[in-house]
């Protein structure tokens, strides 16, 4: 199963922790193809573009490197089976939500995984942001809130 791995967590050494140590190889271990975009776009192009000084030069070179990250994410959720998101925060990540909504369109199942416990919902009803949450439930996949629940989630165990 090709798997693209929507999340926040690459922003920080925690969430960066998380994601590189314990997300990562069980989804792994579970005998998924990681779409990552965490690492589809060259890291020592986005290094350079990050060193270099404040002003116009780095601007219009963040506006050029975004669009190829952009292009590399859309084609990997384009090329993937399934689309797991992370959802935790007090709302939903913006490039997370944009990224569920394009897999939605494709008609792509979508999988949430939200281990955060803080209420973070449009309503009583809702998990999360309603439309977020809509995408996932009508692209077939479901929320879940342990990461032992996500192999059933992926349709890997039953």
């Not at 920080?12 to 690492?39: K, M, N, Q």
């Not at 797991?84 to 897999?103: K, N, P, R, W």
């Amino acid at each position: 199963m090709k798997l693209y791995l929507a999340s926040p967590l690459g922003f920080s050494e925690a969430g960066r922790h998380f994601y590189t140590e314990v997300l990562v190889p069980r989804l792994v271990g579970l005998g998924c193809e990681i779409l990552d975009p965490w690492i589809l776009t060259d890291a020592a192009k986005i290094e350079a573009v990050a060193r270099m000084p404040y002003g116009a030069e780095k601007r219009d070179a963040w506006r050029e490197l975004s669009v190829e990250i952009g292009r590399n994410n859309a084609d990997a959720i384009v090329a993937c089976d399934v689309l797991l998101a992370v959802l935790d925060g007090s709302d939903v990540d913006s490039g997370t939500a944009a990224e569920i909504g394009f897999a939605f369109a494709l008609k792509k199942k979508i999988v949430g995984y939200r281990g955060d416990f803080r209420l973070s919902a449009d309503n009583e009803g809702t998990t999360v942001n309603l439309q977020v949450e809509y995408f996932i439930r009508q692209s077939g996949g479901t929320i879940v809130t342990a990461l032992e629940e996500i192999p059933v989630a992926l349709s890997l165990k039953g």
